[in-house]
């Protein structure tokens, strides 16, 4: 990868994990269901209601703000909240750019790129077999951002970071079961033996349907 990608690409990998301090973990998971900590987010407002420092405040107000908890309104900021009918609009948006990336790798010697592919790959079925939604959510989000990183462009990794935040992974997980996982799985081994072979099409579905119908592989 050059330099600028690969500066994105593992700034975005780092963020997708779950939080390392307990507290904060329990308030993503609450913005998660739908939930308000605070009429607004505020950093005094989360260490009040949590118990915690001043500084604690600090450290989880920017925890939830850069994985997407947090939007910023025009004067003030909100807890981000998404209504179940416009996920699937959210996930679109998503698999557009995932099918663009796909669609350009199809033109391109991606070889370099294969091995960090397929360790992410590798890394997402063996979450998925677990059968947890969260933790199989985040491992595949990594690999889609290594796939969408494959091309080299920055400036789509950038929309594509944009859109694919941590947030819309917690969300997604409340809806998920095991079959959606096993279906998924099977997705991306399919996804993933297509890449940069120019069967384009095929590939871009197998990574739509883990976005927008998950237990229904398209093309296995």
């Given at each position: 990868?050059e330099?600028?990608?690969?500066?994105?690409?593992r700034?975005?990998?780092e963020?997708?994990a779950?939080?390392?301090d307990?507290?904060?973990?329990k308030?993503?998971?609450?913005?998660?269901?739908?939930?308000?900590?605070?009429?607004?987010?505020?950093?005094?407002?989360?260490a009040?209601?949590?118990?915690?420092?001043?500084?604690?405040?600090?450290?989880?107000?920017?925890?939830?703000?850069?994985?997407?908890?947090?939007?910023?309104?025009?004067?003030?900021?909100?807890?981000?909240?998404?209504?179940?009918?416009?996920?699937?609009?959210?996930?679109a948006?998503?698999a557009?750019?995932?099918?663009?990336s796909i669609?350009?790798?199809s033109?391109?010697?991606c070889?370099?790129?294969?091995?960090?592919?397929?360790?992410?790959?590798?890394?997402?079925?063996?979450?998925?077999?677990?059968?947890?939604?969260?933790?199989?959510?985040l491992?595949?989000?990594?690999?889609m951002?290594?796939?969408?990183?494959?091309?080299?462009?920055v400036?789509?990794?950038?929309?594509?970071?944009?859109?694919?935040?941590?947030?819309?992974?917690?969300?997604?997980?409340?809806?998920?079961e095991?079959?959606?996982?096993?279906?998924?799985?099977?997705?991306?081994q399919?996804?993933?033996?297509?890449?940069?072979?120019?069967?384009?099409?095929?590939?871009?579905?197998?990574?739509?349907?883990?976005?927008?119908?998950?237990?229904?592989?398209?093309?296995?």
């Amino acid at each position: 990868m050059e330099r600028g990608v690969s500066h994105l690409y593992r700034a975005a990998i780092e963020k997708m994990a779950k939080s390392a301090d307990h507290e904060v973990e329990k308030l993503r998971r609450a913005i998660a269901r739908g939930e308000r900590p605070s009429p607004l987010p505020d950093p005094e407002a989360l260490a009040r209601i949590t118990n915690n420092s001043k500084d604690w405040g600090e450290y989880a107000f920017a925890d939830l703000r850069g994985a997407g908890f947090v939007r910023n309104e025009l004067l003030q900021f909100d807890w981000v909240q998404i209504d179940p009918s416009r996920v699937g609009d959210e996930l679109a948006t998503v698999a557009g750019i995932e099918a663009r990336s796909i669609i350009r790798l199809s033109l391109m010697n991606c070889a370099n790129a294969m091995p960090e592919i397929e360790r992410r790959l590798q890394s997402f079925v063996q979450a998925a077999a677990g059968g947890k939604p969260l933790a199989s959510l985040l491992a595949h989000q990594k690999l889609m951002f290594a796939v969408v990183a494959a091309t080299g462009e920055v400036n789509l990794l950038e929309e594509y970071a944009k859109r694919a935040r941590v947030a819309l992974v917690y969300i997604r997980s409340l809806s998920l079961e095991r079959k959606d996982l096993e279906g998924m799985s099977a997705s991306a081994q399919a996804m993933v033996s297509k890449l940069c072979d120019g069967n384009a099409r095929d590939c871009a579905a197998d990574a739509t349907s883990m976005r927008l119908h998950p237990r229904r592989p398209a093309l296995v």
